[in-house]
């Protein structure tokens, strides 16, 4: 039977207009999980501010937002460049006024062995998934302590912070980062009225997906069809599912909640058992020849 499916796209827990008159700074918001999120805040009265490097991405998240009826800016921006991030900011207040929640969401992904991990890329996912995550709620933070303003940060998180993450090393402790960073954030700006909260998502399948971690999954786990069968709720996750939780984080119904990690994956992260399937060596579940100097 499993945990029943959720209600439909669309519909919201929040009352409508919970957002109206404010505005949402969500990185990476083109695709995926990102452009779920900023759905979620769109349907629920708030104007959304895009910020990613790739034109079609932007380009697609105007689309989206604005067939919700939204007003929405997009800008270029890349999360590894403060100087980016801060004319990013500036856009965004001419605008619409400073941002009232940040939404870190934009990361740097993709499968490969440690031992086959160049330094650039190990120093590029970090760069984006942590030091850009961090220079992000540097910027936000900066402004809302200087105005004297409340404001709510929500840091987009990955079960692999506790677990590490076999195959993808770079991006564990880079999120085991993120993970932390919040904690540190929440405790400095609680005084100053800034609420900090990291969010991560179980599997939640979407058409953006990178190939890599399609092909992983598919290498893993099998075929789409199989996946529900591999959680606890014997279900994936609805992207929905995620932008629900963090709207909630952000509303006024969520203000206590500070320097949390909330997991929305249904249990899959806990998984254990006495004796686990047997070990198959990450080369092998990538399909990789024996490691060579
Ligand atoms: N396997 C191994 N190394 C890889 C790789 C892969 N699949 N993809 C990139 N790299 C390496 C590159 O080879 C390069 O290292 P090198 O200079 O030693 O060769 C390094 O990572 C940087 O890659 P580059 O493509 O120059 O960086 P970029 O800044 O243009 O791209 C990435 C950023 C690498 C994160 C790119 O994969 C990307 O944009 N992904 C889309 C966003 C994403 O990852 N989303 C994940 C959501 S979970």
Redesign the pocket.
Known sequence: MGIPAPPPVGDTALKPGTFDGQTVFITGAGTGLGKAIASEFARLGASIVIASRKLEHRQAGEDAMKALGAEVLTVECDIRDPDAIAAAFDAAAERFGLPNVLVNNA????P?PAED??P??WR??VD?TLNGTFFCAREFGRRHLDAGTPASIINIGATYAWTGGPGFAHSAAAKAGVKNLTESLAVEWGPSGIQVNCLVPGLMPHEDM?G??QENLARTHGGPNKWDLCQPAMRVGERQELGWAATFLASPYGRFISGHTLVVDGANWQRRSLTNPAVVPIREQMGKPPFEM
């Open positions: 990361a740097a992904n993709f490969v991990m160049s650039n890329a590029t996912v984006i990178t890599d971690i």
